[in-house]
Nanobody
Framework: QGQLVESGGGLVQAGGSLRLSCAASGRTFTKPAMGWFRQAPGKEREFVAAISWGGSTAYADFVKGRFRISRDNAENTVYLQMADLKPEDTALYYC?????????????WGQGTQVTVSS
């Protein structure tokens, strides 16, 4: 059974930056797609960004130009570089792995890392 462990969350002022990391270990999927999702208190989980094994990316409209997803396949790690953070970006950020970008709902999920943006 594979495992995903997120790190890098924390408290930052509006306009600041954070870099989230997600390390995969154990058996996950062959050449998995990786994604970041977030859930704010009282809200549903929402898609943030995803990256295929080959490096194709997709972003939610609300993070385009501010967040960048990348991966290091040799290290089994995916990153989310976040810039120009806003208070509305405050949420628990989850990493997910799946055979394809369309399969996250049935994929492997981490426990999340908290991002809090103060105004």
């Amino acid at each position: 059974q594979g495992q995903l462990v997120e790190s890098g969350g924390g408290l930052v002022q509006a306009g600041g930056s954070l870099r989230l990391s997600c390390a995969a270990s154990g058996r996950t999927f062959t050449k998995p797609a990786m994604g970041w999702f977030r859930q704010a208190p009282g809200k549903e989980r929402e898609f943030v960004a995803a990256i295929s094994w080959g490096g194709s990316t997709a972003y939610a409209d609300f993070v385009k130009g501010r967040f960048r997803i990348s991966r290091d396949n040799a290290e089994n790690t995916v990153y989310l570089q976040m810039a120009d953070l806003k208070p509305e970006d405050t949420a628990l950020y989850y990493c997910a792995a799946a055979p394809a970008i369309t399969d996250f709902n049935t994929g492997l999920w981490g426990q999340g890392t908290q991002v809090t943006v103060s105004s």
